[in-house]
């Protein structure tokens, strides 16, 4: 059964109602066939990284980065997932993720650019595939940004499913 892991820093009730609504939507009733597994980014492992088919990211926006909860589950996993970089530090063509899809979603008060950015660059050098647009919500988060958190879930999920 493919493993859907949900890697997630969720500090605020915004960001954890979107990671709520992320996961829901990783298990509609729809799929069928998809274990999903949910940690919080401190705790999450290389193990957790090389047991899953596929990943759904979720971080606020920080100073115009990801936060710092997933930049440091980047660190702790980078190496043993495979993660490679060129010579001039961008992501290498030779990166060991096979191609495995991912999803993100990122929350900020004012602006999610640099913190799309900067995970997007690490995914890239650990050999990973977008499998669904970028879910960026700035400001309050309404229904009409739940409904998509619960698509980018299902996405994701569905990917796995096929």
Known sequence: MPRLLVVHHAPTDAVRSLGAAVVAGAHDDALVGVEVVVRPALEASAADVLAADGYLLGTT??????????????????????????????????????RKPFGLWVHGRYDTTGAVRSVLSIVGALGWRQAAAVLEVVGDVGPGQQEAAYELGGTVAAVLST
Do not use: R
């Open 61 to 98: 926006a920080n100073f115009g980065y990801m936060s710092g909860a997933l930049k440091h589950f980047f660190d702790t996993i980078f190496l043993a997932a495979g993660g490679a970089l060129g010579e001039d530090g961008s992501a290498a063509t030779d990166a060991a993720g096979a």
